[in-house]
């Protein structure tokens, strides 16, 4: 394979755009916007998705007061050092 030797131009050679290149759009009335379709089936799993988290969460609520009562009931709170964490937790929420 021969190499022809090197020359300069001082021109500046323009190409013609591809054919498969997207064309300018001038004006915003031509743009697209890209869409989302949400199927029925999809929707109606994210609702009961969105059922259970709930549920889950209302249950461990739940549990979590069940517990503060029978700490109230026993006098779990009435300790002075539950009172101590107690009013220093609080006083750290109030920012004092």
Do not use: W
Not at 5 to 13: A, C, F, G, I, W
Not at 35 to 40: A, F, H, L, M, Y
Not at 72 to 89: L, M, N, Q, T
Request: proline residues 4%; glycine residues 4%; aromatic residues 2%.
């Amino acid at each position: 394979m021969k190499i022809g030797p090197l020359t300069k131009h001082n021109s500046v050679q323009q190409s013609e755009p591809q054919k498969n290149q997207r064309p300018e759009i001038e004006t915003r009335e031509k743009q697209i916007a890209d869409q989302v379709e949400i199927s029925d089936n999809a929707r109606s799993q994210l609702s009961e998705m969105a059922d259970q988290k709930l549920q889950l969460e209302n249950s461990a609520k739940e549990e979590r007061m069940a517990l503060i009562r029978k700490r109230i009931e026993s006098g779990f709170y009435e300790k002075p050092e539950v009172k101590e964490i107690i009013a220093e937790r609080l006083m750290g929420d109030l920012d004092l």
